[in-house]
């Protein structure tokens, strides 16, 4: 059983800063890719950004400049830092890992509330 504890969600003004951490435990037999996916409410989740093993990284357009992903292989755990907010970055942010047997594991969510 794998899990994903996810940490550091909260409430910032426009402008601020915010940076989420995820961690993995279990018998994970090989990480092929972890990432951050957050839902609005009425919305569809959807992808802000991904980190391969080999460090490759992905961005939703709407995040990039501002948001920054890194993993630490040997933890197993990845982050996300958010600069300049927006309200509309407003979500719940979803860890989620992808190992090489194309398994999709998922966090909890945690709670990113923007105001103007």
């Known amino acids: 059983q794998v899990q994903l504890v996810e940490s550091g969600g909260g409430l910032v003004q426009a402008g601020g800063s915010l940076r989420l951490s995820c961690a993995a435990s279990?018998?994970?037999?090989?990480?092929?890719?972890m990432g951050w996916y957050r839902q609005a409410p009425g919305k569809q989740r959807e992808l802000v950004a991904t980190i391969t093993s080999g460090g490759n990284t992905n961005y939703a357009d709407s995040v990039k400049g501002r948001f920054t992903i890194s993993r630490d292989n040997a933890k197993i755990t990845v982050s996300l830092e958010m600069n300049s907010l927006k309200p509309e970055d407003t979500a719940v942010y979803y860890c989620?890992?992808?190992?090489?047997?194309?398994?999709?594991?998922w966090g909890q969510g945690t709670q990113v509330t923007v105001s103007s």
């Open positions: 279990g018998r994970i037999f090989g990480i092929a890719a």
């Open positions: 989620n890992v992808r190992d090489f047997a194309s398994n999709t594991y």
